[in-house]
């Protein structure tokens, strides 16, 4: 599941104009107004050091300066149900091994390396518990602590921070509070209608987002988002019911391919029936279970408009 959530991030992020929402919205505000005003340059991040988790997500970006020169800002998301102690030393490894090929490019002569930024975003359940630099994890009295300076990183713990404060960008929120809210209690139509209201139709990042939540809010089913999108802008009902289709039929299939297509399918319809019209009767559960594997994908559309579970099989000669 911990892809899941990094993949949303990296959608988020991989934009550049709201890539530099976000880093403005959580830099210092004096180190902020240092920034130029055009947005940043996504930079390769491939430096990932091959002992570390393959699954951490690396940005790094370039981020031009008013008074001339540029910043690099790493930005290292860890998508995780709690913190993790490791972060400290990860993101000075990340620092060190970029520095390394700065300094391996540049050839001989003076070693002038740019300064890096790094920004970890946190949306796990409980508080972050880390500490935000190697320097305060080292066993030694406050003055030995402050030789090696601070090695820090500046912490993005959306959990704290109120919902409408989360950015100064309606789409950078929407994609925070879909971040923020999954490990969360909460009113799900409430969190769905406000970021429906926040994101722009018809954007490839909206159905990232709508997908996301499907994932990974069982509490999203197809009447929900119906209503939700009716409230919010009927034309996009359709296209948002479709999306969710979809994606109930592609996890369907990916669960065929464990315990069978059919089986999986039928999983997925009953499953999702029940979510919109109670307990399924045996007799319907036999006639789902009963049909063929190409036959199920058109049953589960049906099953997204049908108003009862009488109409699911409207139509269709009984066995």
């Not at 508080?127 to 601070?150: F, H, I, M, R, Y």
């Not at 209503?227 to 948002?240: C, M």
Request: a negative charge; charged letters at 25%.
């Amino acid at each position: 599941m911990s892809a899941v959530h990094d993949s949303l991030f990296r959608a988020l992020i991989d934009d550049p104009v709201r890539a530099g929402v976000l880093i403005r919205d959580f830099l210092p505000p004096d180190i902020a107004a240092r920034l130029a005003d055009k947005p940043p340059t996504l930079l390769d991040g491939s430096f990932v050091d091959p002992e570390l988790n393959p699954s951490q997500s690396d940005r790094l970006f370039s981020v031009a300066l008013r008074a001339g020169g540029f910043a690099l800002l790493y930005i290292l998301i860890e998508h995780k149900s709690f913190p993790d102690p490791m972060t400290p030393i990860q993101v000075l490894r990340y620092r060190a091994e970029i520095w390394r090929r700065f300094a391996e490019a540049a050839g001989r002569g003076k070693l002038r390396l740019p300064p890096i930024i790094p920004m970890v975003f946190y949306h796990g359940r409980g508080p972050w518990n880390v500490p935000t630099s190697v320097t305060a994890c080292l066993d030694a009295d406050e003055d030995l602590k402050q030789v090696p300076g601070d090695m820090g990183y500046i912490l993005c713990d959306l959990g704290p921070i109120p919902d409408a404060e989360l950015s100064s960008d309606d789409e950078v929120r929407a994609g925070l509070l879909a971040l923020k809210h999954v490990f969360r209690s909460g009113d799900p139509e409430a969190l769905l209608g406000e970021i429906l209201s926040a994101l722009r139709s018809g954007t490839t990042f909206e159905e990232q987002l709508i997908r996301y939540m499907i994932l990974t809010y069982p509490a999203i089913t197809a009447d929900l988002l119906s209503r939700v999108a009716r409230r919010v802008d009927p034309h996009r009902e359709g296209k948002l019911i479709s999306l969710a289709a979809q994606e109930w039929l592609r996890q369907g299939e990916e669960k065929g391919i464990a315990i069978g297509v059919a089986k999986g399918k039928a999983d997925t319809i009953l499953m999702f029936l029940e979510s919109r019209f109670g307990p399924v009767p045996p007799g319907v559960e036999d006639r789902v279970r009963g049909s063929a594997p190409e036959e199920m994908d058109r049953l589960f559309r049906r099953a997204m408009t049908a108003s009862s579970l009488d109409e699911l099989f409207s139509g269709e000669p009984r066995h």
